[in-house]
C-alpha cells in the first residue's frame, strides 16, 4: 500500500461530505478530518470521533481555510484529488508540534502544480519557523 492509499480503518467519510467543488460564497461549511491528540488512533474503534489527529477545513466566502495538518490532512488531500481541478486553499498551522503537521508530507494536493496553498505558521519556542526549515 503506498502512503497515499486509505487502509480499511482511515477510509470512514459520511454519506454526505462537507467537501464540494464549487461551495456557493454565502455558505459557511466545517468538515473534521482528524481530533485526536499527539498520536494518530485510526481504527473501527475511532470511526464516530476520529482516529487521525488534528485538521479542519473550513469553506467561508468561497474560499477553502484548513486549521493544522495532522494525519487527518492525508484524508482531505484523498477526498480532494477526486474533485479532479486545480484547488486554492489557505492552511493555518497553529503551532509546530508534530501531530499539527506530520499529515503535510503525504497531502498529495500540495504536489500537484496546479494547486495553489498559501500556508501560515507561527514561530517555535526556539525561534524557527516552517518559512526557515523549508528547502
Not at 1 to 22: C, G, H, R, V, W
Request: glycine letters at 10%; aromatic letters at 12%; proline letters at 6%.
Amino acid at each position: 500500500m503506498s502512503n497515499f492509499e486509505l487502509s480499511d480503518s482511515q477510509s470512514y467519510i459520511p454519506e454526505k461530505s462537507a467537501t464540494l467543488p464549487n461551495s456557493p460564497a454565502d455558505k459557511f461549511l466545517v468538515q473534521f478530518w482528524g481530533v485526536r491528540g499527539l498520536i494518530p488512533t485510526p481504527s473501527s474503534n475511532t470511526n464516530r470521533y476520529g482516529g487521525n489527529t488534528a485538521c479542519l477545513e473550513m469553506q467561508v466566502a468561497g474560499k477553502r481555510l484548513i486549521f493544522d495538518g495532522g494525519t487527518g490532512l492525508r484524508i482531505l488531500g484523498k477526498t480532494w484529488q477526486e474533485l479532479q481541478q486545480p484547488i486554492q486553499a489557505h492552511l493555518f498551522f497553529t503551532n509546530c508540534q508534530s501531530n499539527r503537521i506530520q499529515g503535510f508530507p503525504f497531502f498529495a494536493p500540495a504536489f500537484i502544480g496546479e494547486n495553489c496553498f498559501h500556508i501560515y505558521g507561527t514561530a517555535a519556542s526556539n525561534g524557527a519557523s516552517i518559512k526557515t526549515v523549508s528547502v
